[in-house]
């Protein structure tokens, strides 16, 4: 029992399925994945807290430098306030302030008279006060050398309103010596260089000096074009060198200055370990071993046998059913119960097969029997019919048994093409029309040899149900045809005959003859008006559109239907 259980597609998926460790792998690399980022997290916001830190005294001097500028304008934008205890209080606030080098106070037509300098200044052609005229905002710019100060000093300028009325009485400045902000920057850095950049990206100072500000320049850090958090950002940067370094952007005064620290050194993630970024590929590829070995396992049991077995039905042919499937011993139980299964279907499919194969060729001989034996039977009342007309000495009535013959004859056509046919069940109509037609033509135009004749037939398929109307049409239309063809003088009389079948399985049928001048209507040959109306009687059953068309020159007949799907086109031959 249990070497039978070991044998079943069951086991052995199961024993080999047993490696598949899909959901252990997916969580190790999740997992994985989410201790770096975590670690990578914690560098991030260790390398933003360190640049914090070492900013911290330059963001403290420069809100030094905001709040005293602030006050230093409110108190020189007084209106009863002399330029001269103007002038002496910039200078007592820049004796006691040892951290600022200048302050000044600059009215708003550019003219700067209150100041801890010497002398008068204007600022009014100088493009930075143009524009921060133009848009008063507190700004902090670097001057290398000015009309006050002969040396690099970073400029805090803080526009000044009319409390009354808003409008720009002017704007405050103050100016920290750019020597200054390089050694407190230089004081707190360990593995990384720090700068200060303004808000659109200029760099006001650097710790490595004023000859270190292209390594910042080059960075192409824009604040006032990112989003940044008041806790900071680090961006990824690469070298010349293809080497990848990080860029802590924090913001001292949002809005106006940012320390921007480029770190040479970083603390590695806690993550790494030995493997670094690529930990996540391990516990990836033990989950991809897992599954080629279970794709294998599957592949080997189960599908490459059905892969055989479906490949032996798609080319199965009754006509060649002896091929069996077979599967190798080694296959699972399971298929070869499947194997046996198909086998056996086959054979029963075959035996069933060849016995509806024998009941329908018997059932064929006894129908083409009997359409064989009802067409002998029409003949051999077509030949008392003629027996009949011998013995009759009146026209009309010669004429009325000679127009049954000729249907008579017309239904022994019909039978005798569904016997002697390929198919019991279909009639060529072409070829069935066309005995019709040499056999009306021959007995209605034996004398009228200098008739021109057009015949046209497409090759169609008909259900009997259609062939035996259309053809008792065809014989009624074509008999009146012959009888009242005729032609002008100097044309030649003329039938036309034509089968034609659409792309959408339509078929039209044409019989016309040409009329010479006063020819007669149309009407059957006995007078009675039978002719005309089995015409209409035919191609109601055909469930067609009649048309009768009388001209001076022609007399048409046009049958217009639409053919059974059942008959099969590819059979024509």
């Given at each position: ?107 708003a037509d550019g003219l700067m008279q209150c100041s801890s300098a010497e002398g ?433 020159t022609e007399y048409r007949v046009l049958l217009s239907f639409q053919k059974m ?9």
């Amino acid at each position: 029992m249990a070497l039978h259980w070991m044998q079943s597609l069951k086991a052995k998926l199961i024993v080999r399925l047993t490696v598949a460790l899909v959901p252990l792998g997916m969580v190790a690399v999740l997992q994985t994945v989410s201790l770096i980022n975590d670690a990578d997290d914690l560098v991030a916001r260790d390398l933003l807290a360190r640049t914090n830190l070492a900013a911290a005294e330059q963001e403290a001097l420069f809100r030094h430098a905001f709040g005293a500028a602030a006050g230093l304008g409110a108190i020189a934008a007084q209106p009863d306030l002399q330029t001269g205890r103007c002038a002496a209080t910039m200078r007592r606030f820049v004796a006691n302030n040892s951290a600022f080098a200048f302050a000044g106070f600059v009215a708003a037509d550019g003219l700067m008279q209150c100041s801890s300098a010497e002398g008068d200044f204007d600022f009014s052609a100088q493009n930075d006060w143009v524009d921060f005229v133009a848009n008063p905002r507190p700004v902090v710019t670097m001057k290398r050398i000015g009309p006050a100060v002969q040396f690099p000093v970073l400029v805090v300028l803080v526009p000044v309103f009319d409390p009354n009325d808003g409008s720009l009485i002017g704007g405050q400045a103050i100016s920290v010596g750019n020597d200054l902000t390089d050694v407190l920057l230089m004081a707190e850095m360990d593995g990384a260089a720090l700068a200060v950049f303004a808000a659109d990206g200029t760099v006001l100072t650097a710790s490595t000096g004023a000859q270190g500000l292209v390594q910042f320049e080059q960075l192409g850090v824009q604040p006032d074009m990112m989003v940044i958090p008041r806790s900071g950002v680090l961006v990824p940067k690469t070298d010349q060198n293809g080497t990848d370094f990080p860029v802590a952007i924090v913001p001292m005064i949002p809005g106006q200055i940012y320390a921007v620290a480029i770190w040479t050194t970083r603390m590695p993630p806690l993550g790494a370990g030995l493997f670094g970024k690529t930990a996540p590929i391990f516990p990836l590829l033990m989950w991809l071993a897992s599954l080629l070995v279970a794709i294998l396992a599957v592949n080997r049991l189960v599908l490459r046998h059905l892969s055989r077995l479906s490949q032996q039905m798609d080319t199965f042919n009754i006509k060649d059913a002896s091929r069996k499937f077979k599967t190798p011993d080694d296959a699972p139980r399971e298929i070869r119960s499947i194997t046996a299964s198909y086998n056996a279907l086959i054979d029963h499919v075959v035996a069933d097969h060849k016995i509806l194969q024998d009941n329908l060729h018997e059932k064929e001989l006894l129908l083409r029997e009997v359409h064989h034996r009802v067409k002998n039977n029409l003949q051999l009342i077509a030949s008392i019919l003629n027996m009949q007309i011998r013995g009759v000495r009146s026209d009309d009535a010669r004429r009325i048994l000679r127009r049954v013959q000729d249907r008579v004859m017309s239904l022994s056509t019909i039978h005798h093409a569904l016997y002697s046919g390929k198919k019991v069940d279909a009639v060529r109509a072409d070829r069935l029309l066309q005995e019709i037609v040499s056999a009306v033509l021959n007995l209605g135009l034996a004398k009228q040899s200098d008739v021109e004749i057009d015949i046209h037939l497409d090759p169609v398929l008909l259900d009997p149900d259609q062939a035996v109307p259309l053809s008792l049409l065809a014989t009624e239309a074509l008999t009146n045809a012959t009888k009242y063809i005729g032609a002008d003088q100097g044309m030649t009389p003329a039938i036309r005959f034509a089968l034609r079948e659409s792309v959408t399985g339509a078929v039209n049928l044409l019989i016309s003859n040409s009329c010479g001048s006063g020819g007669n209507p149309f009407d059957d040959i006995d007078g009675s008006g039978l002719g005309s109306r089995l015409i209409e009687a035919f191609a109601s059953q055909l469930d067609g559109d009649l048309q009768v068309i009388a001209d001076p020159t022609e007399y048409r007949v046009l049958l217009s239907f639409q053919k059974m799907s059942r008959p099969d086109a590819r059979t024509l031959g």
